[in-house]
């Protein structure tokens, strides 16, 4: 199974902050990489696809980049409603695994 | 846009098999694959499989003996049924609708249900 692992898995912004988010895979591949947001006692909503590709309807300081190993979700300026925690997922190969999560709190 | 919502009992005792029905509403059954995926409480994301509409699935390994899941396309549901459970299956378990990017030649789950938590004990 490839291993999905993100750093940091937690971390402290204030309004206005950039944010980066890092997910690392055990096994390279392209860009089968997504991300979701999930905000407390709600499904998880899909924010970028293909590592890099922003979903319908998802604000533009969502951006994401990446490729092989290593791939990065920023926030460019972190709003009130971003407080969540985020999951980068592979689909690249089975089974598809999620990260652990990083969880974007309130400074 | 598709609407997902799981149903299905809250509580399961252990060795039994757990049971959840995803409604789906706003999208055509047969144009998506469906995957479960679970979260226990305080862990990661799992991805259980996924089904389509002809039959089609894909599990994972971890799970492979104990699951089935299924399409009833006169009901719009989708299935999942996970059999001898033990506490370590308790978790929120969601239903999502599986896109494939022609572009990039990948999957993405583009729409979730709520959500359906299941607690094993007995």
């Known amino acids: 199974d490839i291993q999905m692992t993100q750093s940091p898995s937690s971390l402290s912004a204030s309004v206005g902050d950039r944010v980066t988010i890092s997910c690392r895979a055990s096994q390279s591949f392209s860009i089968n990489l997504n991300w979701y947001q999930q905000k407390p006692g709600k499904a998880p909503e899909l924010l970028i696809y293909a590592a890099s590709s922003l979903q319908s309807g998802v604000p533009l300081r969502f951006s994401g980049s990446g490729s092989g190993t290593e791939f990065t979700l920023t926030i460019s300026s972190l709003q009130p409603e971003d407080f969540a925690t985020y999951f980068c997922q592979q689909t690249y190969s089975y089974p598809w695994t999620f990260g652990q999560g990083t969880k974007v709190e309130i400074k | 846009q598709v609407q997902l919502e799981e149903s299905g009992p809250g509580l399961v005792k252990p060795s039994e098999t757990l049971s959840l029905t995803c409604s789906v509403s706003?999208?055509?059954?047969?144009?998506?694959?469906w995957s479960w995926i679970r979260q226990a409480p305080g862990k990661a994301l799992e991805w259980i499989g996924f089904?389509?509409?002809?039959?089609?699935?894909n599990y994972n390994p971890s799970l492979k003996s104990r699951v089935t899941m299924s399409v009833d396309t006169s009901k719009n549901q989708v299935s999942l049924k996970l059999s001898s459970v033990t506490a370590a299956d308790t978790a929120v378990y969601y239903c999502?609708?599986?896109?494939?990017?022609?572009?990039?030649?990948?999957?993405?789950?583009?729409?979730w249900g709520q959500g359906s938590l299941v607690t094993v004990s007995s």
């Open positions: 706003g999208g055509s059954i047969s144009s998506y694959y």
């Open positions: 999502a609708s599986q896109s494939w990017s022609r572009s990039y030649r990948m999957y993405y789950f583009d729409y």
């Open positions: 089904v389509y509409y002809s039959g089609g699935h």
